[in-house]
């Protein structure tokens, strides 16, 4: 790491402070966040207090510079989903030629209370289920539809569009939702069932976090 790596973690703010990252839900399970950094940027020096799973829209390579380890260089296929434990204190350097997208979501103490329902979305015709991550609290699955299908989502869940598909969400509490830029989330909440549809041609692509433990 160079002297200005260095220096430029000599004050670490939180993660809710790094402008680059966008706080979108905020409740008692979790914090989500959407994170976009352009070409030949990088972050201040943040902290991840809470555990956390990364989600990253599209190729990617940047310069990891930890604050109290040597700076990598790291390149991530589209899709590319994983689980970091708290305490990373570092600033993140998007070296590639677009920009650096990915969705943070942080794992509150509380989702450990909360029951997480399987998707059961395998033999729906029209939509087809990629899981991407599955851990003890949380686990995330990319879901592609087709023009005129739908498919059920239960909370508690967090409902995004990385690559900015235009798809509806339709909930009892939440009523009609379109689903279609890169800051776009929706929470369904625990115990409640939301209609994911694409109805646009299609096909589209919706990233779907279910929290709890099974």
């Not at 670490?12 to 409740?27: F, G, W, Y």
């Not at 998707?119 to 003890?136: D, E, F, K, M």
């Not at 339709?170 to 694409?198: D, N, W, Y």
Request: hydrophobic share 40%.
């Amino acid at each position: 790491m160079t002297s200005t790596d260095l220096h430029s973690c000599q004050n670490v703010i939180s993660i809710a402070d790094e402008p680059h990252h966008h706080l979108i839900i905020d409740n008692e399970w979790v914090r989500a966040y959407a994170v976009e950094i352009p070409p030949h940027e990088r972050t201040l020096c943040h902290l991840h207090g809470t555990p956390y799973l990364m989600y990253v829209a599209g190729e990617a390579e940047i310069h990891n510079l930890p604050r109290d380890s040597a700076a990598e260089t790291q390149h991530f296929s589209p899709d590319h989903c994983g689980f970091a434990p708290a305490g990373l204190e570092h600033v993140v350097e998007n070296i590639g030629a677009a920009t650096f997208r990915n969705m943070i979501f942080e794992v509150l103490p509380a989702t450990g209370k909360l029951h997480r329902p399987g998707l059961g979305l395998a033999h729906i015709a029209g939509v087809t289920v990629s899981p991407l991550y599955s851990g003890h609290e949380i686990c995330a699955q990319l879901i592609q539809l087709s023009s005129g299908s739908q498919v059920q989502v239960t909370g508690p869940a967090i409902v995004s569009s990385p690559y900015e598909s235009a798809v509806e969400l339709i909930s009892p509490h939440g009523g009609k939702r379109k689903l279609e830029r890169f800051r776009q989330m929706e929470f369904v909440a625990a115990g409640e069932t939301g209609l994911l549809r694409c109805e646009w041609g299609g096909p589209a692509r919706a990233l779907v976090v279910t929290l709890g433990c099974q």
